[in-house]
């Protein structure tokens, strides 16, 4: 099989990735007020990347005989494009896992750390207010996730976008349990959480405020998004049985599509770190975090 983990990690370079997005969640973390931006951006972010699994899947389920299998030779007994939209779309199913939606276990966790950093209402709406560089980079993601039926090259860039967010994200938020509740244990907001936060019913169920995060992935284990990751990878793996077109440009298409993720979601990251910098207001706490942990965009991947 052509895809796999390896594939992707030799093709990037992930410790300057996981830096960039170390060192926003460290200096978020320095303020209540500043870790509230930095969660907004974050669930904000999230809320469409989520979104737009299904726009993906459909995409493909669309594409009814862009996937043949080779040795079926009824047109109607050929078509496998539901087959791979259905390993995309199982990220979608634990979106709602319990018919209650990551995007609401979101909004918990924000409200605590919005009552952590003791903020008033229009705080809150105040700081939640979209900026440019957020709609722009929500506007490249609705483009680069959806993928165009029909169009092999647009659903392989899509699915490689589709795979790094899954990857990413997984560690995304290991890094950020690693900064709150392992690095920071028994001060700022790891404090606030145990000593405060209860857990919060949401559609009939009760969720601690940190359970966002946990279901993601955690500094102790890997959570939905390593699944998510493996089902990405047996879709691409399933394109490359069921189309005509040599592995070799499967693979560079997924690999451009995985670069898309990667350079937008270090934009992401940078912009979160530039509003938490002006924030916190002591640029002198961390001198040189910029130019050191902030990779070149060009850089992150080397393929």
């Not at 019913?201 to 992935?217: D, K, S």
């Not at 699944?227 to 077109?245: I, K, P, R």
Request: aromatic share 10%; hydrophobic share 40%; charged share 20%.
């Amino acid at each position: 099989m052509p895809f796999s983990e390896t594939l992707f990690r030799t093709s990037f370079d992930f410790p300057a990735i996981e830096q960039t997005v170390e060192a926003t969640v460290r200096l978020a973390a320095t303020h209540p007020t500043s870790l509230y931006q930095f969660f907004q951006r974050y669930t904000y972010f999230n809320g469409y990347a989520s979104s737009l699994i299904s726009r993906l899947a459909s995409s493909i389920a669309l594409s009814r005989y862009a996937f043949i299998h080779p040795d079926v030779v009824v047109d109607e007994e050929a078509d496998r494009g539901m087959q791979i939209s259905a390993q995309v779309l199982a990220a979608a199913a634990d979106e709602s896992a319990n018919g209650v939606t990551h995007r609401s276990l979101a909004q918990v966790t924000l409200k605590t750390v919005g009552d952590y950093a003791d903020l008033a209402t229009a705080d809150r709406n105040a700081l939640s207010k979209t900026p440019d560089w957020m709609s722009q980079i929500i506007d490249s993601l609705i483009h680069h996730y959806q993928g165009t039926p029909n169009d092999l090259e647009s659903l392989v860039r899509a699915m490689g976008f589709h795979t790094a967010s899954e990857i990413l994200g997984d560690r995304e938020n290991a890094l950020i349990d690693k900064v709150i509740r392992s690095d920071g244990k028994g001060v700022g907001f790891d404090a606030y959480l145990k000593d405060h936060a209860i857990p919060v019913q949401v559609e009939g169920h009760f969720y601690h405020p940190w359970c966002y995060i946990l279901i993601h992935g955690s500094h102790e284990k890997s959570g939905v998004e390593a699944e998510h990751f493996e089902c990405a990878l047996q879709a691409l793996n399933a394109t490359a049985l069921y189309c005509a077109v040599p592995e070799q440009t499967l693979v560079e298409w997924a690999i451009a599509g995985f670069s898309d993720f990667v350079q937008l979601q270090q934009r992401l990251f940078n912009e979160i770190y530039r509003e938490c910098l002006q924030r916190t207001q002591t640029p002198d706490l961390v001198p040189d975090l910029m130019p050191d942990l902030m990779p070149d965009l060009a850089t992150v991947g080397s393929f």
